[in-house]
Nanobody
Framework: QVQLVESGGGSVQAGGSLRLSCVASGRTFNGWAMGWFRQAPGKEREFVTTISWSAGITYYADSVRGRFTISRDNAKNTVYLQMNSLKPEDTAVYYC????????????????WGQGTQVTVST
């Protein structure tokens, strides 16, 4: 059974930092891209960032570029999201996902999803 399990969410004040982790299990993800998406209350889920298998390709949504950093440790089947300079508008449930593509920022191209972890940023 394939599982993606996120952790590291929580509550933080504006300007603070959090580091999310996502551990994948249940199959090999060699060659797969990983991504992070988020869904704020009352809004649709949106793309945050993606990283290729080799970590040589990364893309970020304009809203997080320069503040968030995605990375991965393939030996540990883990992808990370370092979030700095957090803003109240970053408040959302954050989901990690796995795609068979080299990289993708399109939700429909992701095959497996985690259950999400809540991030709350207060003023």
């Amino acid at each position: 059974q394939v599982q993606l399990v996120e952790s590291g969410g929580g509550s933080v004040q504006a300007g603070g930092s959090l580091r999310l982790s996502c551990v994948a299990s249940g199959r090999t993800f060699n060659g797969w891209a990983m991504g992070w998406f988020r869904q704020a209350p009352g809004k649709e889920r949106e793309f945050v960032t993606t990283i290729s298998w080799s970590a040589g390709i990364t893309y970020y949504a304009d809203s997080v570029r320069g503040r968030f950093t995605i990375s991965r440790d393939n030996a540990k089947n883990t992808v990370y999201l370092q979030m700095n300079s957090l803003k109240p508008e970053d408040t959302a449930v954050y989901y990690c996902a796995a795609s068979r593509d080299t990289y993708s920022y399109t939700e429909k191209e992701y095959d497996y999803w985690g259950q999400g972890t809540q991030v709350t940023v207060s003023t």
